[in-house]
C-alpha cells in the first residue's frame, strides 16, 4: 500500500497499465472521503441550525423595513435554513457515490477531472472565505474551531491529489488503450 502513494506524486510519470489502474481509482477514493467530509458538514449544519437561522434572521432585518416584511422574511427562511442544506447534503453524497462506483469500476479520467474542479473551486471560495472577516465571525458562532479549519484544508488538498492521481491515471489508460470503454455501463 504505502508504495501506491508514489502514485499521488504529480510529477512523477505514470507508466505501468496496473499503476495507471491504481491511480484512477485513487478518484474513486477521494469521491467516497468527500462522501464522509460532506455528512459531516451536513450534520454539523443540521445541529446548529438555530445559530444559521439567527444569522439569517439578523441579515434579513434591514434598518427602516416594514416590521411586517421583517417577521414574514424570518418566517420564509426557517424552512429554506433549516432544510435546504440538509438537502443539498444528500444530493452530494449521493453524486459524489455514484460518481466513485463509475471511477472504481471504469477508471476514467473525466469524472476525477470534474471533482478535481469543483474541489478547486471550493478551496479557492473557502480562502476568499477564510479571509472575510465576517466569515470568521459566523465561524465562531457555530463553534468551527481554527484547527478544525486546518484540518478540512488538509483534507481538502489530499482529496484533490486523490482526484487529480485518478485523472492521471485514467488518462495513461486511455492513451495505452487499457482503459474500458464508458459506453458500455
Do not use: C
Not at 416594514?66 to 435554513?81: K, Y
Not at 483534507?155 to 486511455?174: D, E, H, P, S
Amino acid at each position: 500500500m504505502i508504495d501506491k502513494l508514489r502514485l499521488l506524486n504529480p510529477f512523477k510519470p505514470i507508466i505501468a497499465a496496473d499503476d495507471a489502474g491504481a491511480a484512477a481509482r485513487a478518484g474513486a477514493v477521494g469521491a467516497f472521503l468527500t462522501v464522509v467530509s460532506s455528512l459531516y458538514g451536513g450534520v454539523r449544519l443540521y445541529l446548529h441550525r438555530d445559530q444559521l437561522l439567527a444569522i439569517a434572521r439578523q441579515s434579513a432585518s434591514a434598518p427602516g423595513q416594514d416590521p411586517e416584511v421583517t417577521r414574514q422574511t424570518a418566517a420564509m427562511m426557517e424552512g429554506l435554513v433549516t432544510y435546504t442544506p440538509l438537502v443539498a447534503t444528500v444530493i452530494m453524497v449521493l453524486l459524489y457515490l455514484v460518481f466513485g462506483a463509475i471511477q472504481w469500476r471504469r477508471r476514467t479520467a473525466m469524472i476525477p477531472l470534474i471533482m478535481f474542479l469543483f474541489s478547486a473551486y471550493g478551496v479557492v471560495v473557502g480562502l476568499l472565505g477564510f479571509l472575510n472577516p465576517q466569515t470568521q465571525i459566523q465561524s465562531e458562532a457555530f463553534g468551527i474551531s481554527i484547527w478544525e479549519r486546518g484540518v478540512s484544508w488538509i483534507f481538502a488538498v489530499i482529496v484533490m491529489a486523490l482526484f487529480w492521481a485518478g485523472f492521471r491515471g485514467g488518462n495513461r489508460l486511455k492513451k495505452i488503450g487499457a482503459a474500458p470503454d464508458i459506453s458500455t455501463f
